[in-house]
């Protein structure tokens, strides 16, 4: 065991919490566990190499995260320039594991579809948050929730009947969406985070919508509808998380907007409203069981 092994495990730990694990320093991309995501999961990755200055790159796909790692500084431009090839090729080796993960995880995605039956319009999912099934699909107890990317099927949402979601594992999720109605130049699209909240704003609002899935998702999904339909007007119908610090839900609505250059709204709250609502949807049926539809 090296000392350069030693040194980036405390990397890795202070990162992601404490490991039972030692790297491995050839220089190749290897998988692990990340603290706290759900259980069998392998959604960090690093790569180390040992010869010469100790270097090596890591993060996980869950996040999207990547950090570097050196055990000095390089003292002249030889040892400057073999790390940096060095970050180069775990950055390639990286990327292209991204890619066969979600090449893997598209063709599951596009086979699931196929086979599912429409989705049970008494889903207790959709019985609990009021919406139609639209064009959902089931497979087993599961809703499906197709995610797009330049109208192709890259990745699956899957809703059970607890409402418990998650995706297929390996899958694409920047920059995906999961469309209402039809976008077409010169119309208005609505971004918002999750698909039942894109349902209400779809069937009683009228409105062209695309499902980003979640907050860290808005900008990308806007900035890419903003590049493929430059001419559509677009609105982030964003959530309200007022009992979460910082209301994570708005500022990422603010930064979508500004990011495609579109317009921001948020869920108005009557006064007599509880704090625990946070979205669209949750108005919608707080109206309705008041009354107030």
Request: proline share 5%; with cysteine.
């Amino acid at each position: 065991m090296t000392d350069s092994v030693i040194l980036f495990r405390d990397v890795l730990q202070l990162a992601y919490g404490p490991l039972d694990w030692l790297p491995l320093d050839d220089g190749d991309i290897h998988r692990f566990h990340v603290p706290g995501d759900k259980p069998n999961t392998l959604n960090g990755w690093y790569c180390l190499f040992a010869d010469g200055i100790a270097s090596g790159a890591f993060g996980s796909w869950k996040t999207g995260s990547a950090s570097t790692w050196c055990s000095r500084e390089p003292v002249d431009a030889r040892e400057a320039e073999q790390v940096r090839q060095r970050i180069d090729q775990a950055r390639r080796q990286r990327e292209a594991e991204q890619q066969r993960r979600q090449l893997k995880a598209a063709g599951m995605a596009q086979r699931w579809w196929r086979d599912a039956r429409r989705a049970d319009p008494e889903h207790p999912y959709l019985i609990t948050k009021q919406v139609r099934s639209h064009a959902l699909r089931q497979r087993g107890d599961e809703l499906l929730v197709p995610l797009y990317v330049a109208g192709e099927l890259v990745n699956l949402q899957r809703i059970d009947r607890d409402g418990s979601k998650r995706f297929l594992y390996g899958g694409r999720i920047k920059g995906a969406y999961s469309t209402l109605g039809r976008i077409s130049p010169g119309s208005a699209v609505c971004i918002c985070e999750g698909w039942a909240t894109g349902a209400t704003l779809h069937q009683d609002g009228g409105y062209t919508v695309a499902c980003a899935m979640n907050a860290g998702n808005l900008k990308a999904v806007a900035t890419a509808l903003r590049a493929r339909y430059p001419e559509v007007e677009i609105i982030i119908a964003g959530d309200d998380d007022r009992n979460t610090d910082g209301n994570p839900g708005r500022a990422a609505a603010n930064a979508a907007a500004l990011a495609c250059r579109g317009l921001v709204t948020f869920p108005e709250w009557p006064a007599e409203a509880p704090p625990s609502l946070t979205d669209f949807n949750d108005l919608a049926n707080w109206r309705r069981a008041n009354g107030q539809a």
